[in-house]
């Protein structure tokens, strides 16, 4: 069964940076690989629905943002090490939220309803 694993969360002051990584597991090539997902990052926090953060195609080529983190995160992936990266830099206190990766069957969506396997998520707390 595929799993997906956050990690890097924590603590940061405005302006810093944080580095979010996601660990696939179980994702086999006798089935569907790790390579045919999308890989995305939403966050959340609470009273407020979850929501798109940005997204990366199977082959790495191809990357998606919302216009909040635009020119401020990287999301990048790493197939042969089945890992998914999301560099946050300039962060601000309205990033404050739980972070989750998710991956989704070949195409990028914004829609939490169209994700095929979640991660737990890691929270990211912006302040002075």
């Known amino acids: 069964q595929p799993q997906l694993v956050e990690s890097g969360g924590g603590l940061v002051q405005p302006g810093n940076s944080l580095r979010l990584s996601c660990a696939a597991s179980g994702f086999t090539a006798s089935e569907l690989p790790l390579g045919v997902y999308t890989m995305n990052w939403f966050r959340q926090v609470p009273g407020k629905e979850r929501e798109a953060v940005s997204c990366i195609t199977g082959g790495g080529l191809v990357t998606e943002y919302d216009d909040s983190v635009k020119g401020r995160f990287t999301i990048s992936r790493d197939n042969a090490k089945n890992t998914m990266y999301l560099q946050m830099n300039s962060l601000k206190p309205e990033d404050t939220a739980v972070y989750y990766c998710?991956?989704?069957?070949?195409?990028?969506?914004?829609?939490?309803?169209?994700?095929?396997?979640w991660g737990r998520g890691t929270l990211v707390t912006v302040s002075s």
């Open positions: 998710a991956a989704r069957f070949l195409r990028c969506s914004r829609e939490v309803k169209h994700m095929n396997y």
